[in-house]
């Protein structure tokens, strides 16, 4: 057993014992344990055997009350939790539970490690468009911009949910748009600003706007809600000059995935940071892959994003995500960072008949 599947086995046995506990678990997996074969905290030992849970019902995490997931023996400490929506870009929005240690470990350690590594700037101010509200990227982009030691964000509020009723293309979201530019204009034109955190198509279109000496002085830009392309990244790095650039995966859920690597021709690659996020890029409707038809697709090749989150407050196993990726394997040089696990190289939506993912603003 590998030092990476000892930390996990060891995870995952400690999460399991606290959900399915009968008397201190928490209610949906206690449901869900009822009407399995065994009981989970002995049949379960590990990542492989999560497939007996079956897949998470994200019906139940966008209607049932957040204290159904999370176990009532943690409960007593609920003044430590931090509550939030996701961006509902299919559907209904979902519940999301972090323990303060948590929600650290799962967006704020991992942009640190790998922003330190990546010479990202330290004690600048910076400026975050994007969502605050129920969603918990803002409380996010605080928490990162002080752990750079830099001061609390200038913010300009985006609302994920409005953005996404506009189409593509209308009157109406060149004016939402235009209307978040403007106000980040303003900061930017009146502050010295190091750092700017916001999706893709925000960024390009304020970077058309901002004054070569502004774009100099921005020395970090870290991307968010969208995927950002080699042909966009390639005119932010000409507009900022002096940018380290970092990029962000992740949702809610789960937590965010650093970059850690970028070659224009294959895309970002993106890790989980510790043994909490486990990310595995799946083959589905594969008969010869068991009851739930997914199989792990061999390194280099690209399949769906399934993830398990293993913390205690909120369990949450074999979710699959919107997204496609190529699997990779841990980068050596990241190991000891805490890069521990498999990674997962240019993901980018699914978008068919059934999933149709807007991809304009955010």
């Not at 750092?195 to 100099?216: D, I, N, Y």
Request: some cysteine; overall charge neutral.
């Amino acid at each position: 057993m590998t030092n990476a599947e000892g930390l996990i086995a060891t995870r995952l046995c400690r999460v399991l014992a606290v959900h399915f506990d009968p008397q201190g678990g928490s209610p949906y997996w206690l449901e869900k344990a009822a009407a399995l074969d065994g009981d989970p905290r002995e049949t379960i030992r590990s990542l492989d055997d999560l497939s007996r849970l079956g897949p998470m019902d994200e019906a139940a995490l966008a209607s049932r009350p957040v204290e159904d997931f999370v176990p009532r023996s943690l409960w007593s400490r609920r003044t430590e939790f931090l509550v939030a929506e996701t961006g509902g870009t299919l559907g209904r929005p979902k519940y999301a539970v972090h323990r303060a240690d948590e929600f650290e470990a799962a967006f704020v350690q991992p942009f640190v490690v790998a922003a330190n590594k990546m010479g990202f700037p330290r004690g600048e101010n910076w400026l975050f468009v994007g969502p605050t509200g129920p969603h918990i990227i803002g409380k996010a982009a605080r928490a990162c911009a002080k752990a750079m030691d830099s001061a609390d964000p200038f913010t300009v509020d985006f609302d994920p949910r409005w953005a996404k009723k506009m189409p593509d293309g209308s009157f109406a979201r060149q004016r939402y748009l235009k209307h978040i530019v403007d106000q980040a204009l303003r900061v930017v034109e009146t502050q010295r600003i190091g750092v700017l955190f916001a999706t893709p198509p925000t960024l390009e279109s304020l970077a058309g706007q901002v004054s070569q000496e502004k774009r100099r002085r921005v020395r970090g830009i870290h991307f968010g809600g969208l995927p950002v392309s080699s042909e966009l990244r390639a005119r932010l790095a000409d507009l900022f000059p002096n940018a380290v650039m970092l990029s962000g995966y992740g949702n809610t859920l789960f937590g965010m995935m650093p970059e850690l690597a970028y070659d224009p021709k294959t895309g970002i690659d993106y890790f989980p940071h510790g043994a909490r996020p486990v990310v595995r890029v799946v083959k589905t409707g594969d008969a010869g892959c068991g009851q739930r038809g997914l199989c792990p697709v061999p390194y280099g090749e690209r399949g769906q994003v399934l993830v398990h989150r293993l913390d205690e407050t909120q369990f949450i196993a074999n979710m699959l995500e919107r997204d496609s990726a190529v699997r990779i394997p841990p980068r050596p040089d990241a190991v000891s960072d805490g890069f521990l696990l498999d990674g997962l190289r240019d993901p980018q939506p699914i978008v068919n008949e059934v999933t149709k993912p807007s991809l304009g603003l955010y």
